[in-house]
């Protein structure tokens, strides 16, 4: 089976630019979460969707920050403009979501630098 | 909000010996879930262990076992046989009502040969 697949895995900007990243989840898994995780931090949830609706985005900072899931499948997330506290890894992650603890499968992440 | 603590930011263990690696967690619900991940240099964060917190009995997963102390707010991972493998940040986590995974800020652990 494979597993939840993001790209790019690096990327370094300036700030003030624009980046995108691209996550595909575990075929099947209804919910689909991305996470940053800055350096010595452990991962804070961005944004969850279930199939291509937002369950929660509070901690997105939405003046900067947006996430879709068109047709309930693979995920972008964008960062317009962004600053130098961006610097972090991006996780994005999957479950099936038939419960609320379904183990969430996660990808390799993008390291996201800002220069 | 719940809130995780992971107090010790570096470990290290020798091949084959037995480490526990500590957490503490503060929520004022009691139907909750925790668990360990483990997160290798440059690979994905995978899943090690998971307690539901109305079972007392400790959760085991081959060389993983935790020590679930509710009243404490407590959930220790003990690696037992420790293998090069296992080097890692190793990760306690929080599902709560939210239904949003709560990180700690994570343990290093090193194995020595």
């Known amino acids: 089976e494979a597993g939840v697949a993001q790209s790019p895995r690096y990327k370094i900007i300036e700030k003030r630019q624009s980046v995108a990243f691209w996550c595909n989840p575990i075929?099947?898994?209804?919910?689909l979460y991305w996470y940053q995780q800055i350096l010595g931090q452990g991962p804070k949830l961005l944004i969850q969707?279930?199939?291509?609706?937002?369950?929660?985005d509070s901690q997105l900072p939405k003046d900067r920050f947006s996430a879709e899931r068109l047709k309930g499948v693979d995920s972008t997330l964008k960062i317009q403009p962004a600053k130098l506290e961006d610097s972090a890894v991006y996780l994005c992650?999957?479950?099936?979501?038939?419960?609320?603890?379904?183990?969430?499968?996660f990808g390799p992440g993008t390291r996201l630098t800002v220069l | 909000a719940q809130t995780v603590t992971q107090s010790q930011p570096e470990m290290s263990v020798q091949e084959a010996e037995t480490v526990t690696l500590s957490c503490t967690y503060d929520?004022?619900?009691?139907?909750?879930?925790l668990f360990w991940y483990k997160q290798p240099p440059s690979r994905q964060m995978i899943l090690v262990i998971r307690?539901?917190?109305?079972?007392?009995q400790n959760a085991t997963e081959n060389r993983f076992s935790v020590n679930f102390q509710k009243a404490a707010k407590s959930f220790s991972l003990k690696i037992s046989d420790s293998q090069l493998g296992d080097a890692a940040m190793y990760f306690c986590?929080?599902?709560?009502?939210?239904?949003?995974?709560?990180f700690g800020k994570g343990t290093k652990l090193t194995v020595n040969p």
């Open positions: 992650a999957s479950s099936l979501a038939t419960t609320r603890t379904d183990t969430q499968y």
């Open positions: 075929s099947g898994h209804a919910t």
């Open positions: 969707f279930q199939n291509n609706g937002v369950v929660d």
């Open positions: 929520t004022s619900e009691s139907d909750y879930y």
């Open positions: 307690q539901e917190a109305y079972k007392q």
């Open positions: 986590a929080f599902l709560g009502g939210s239904e949003k995974l709560v």
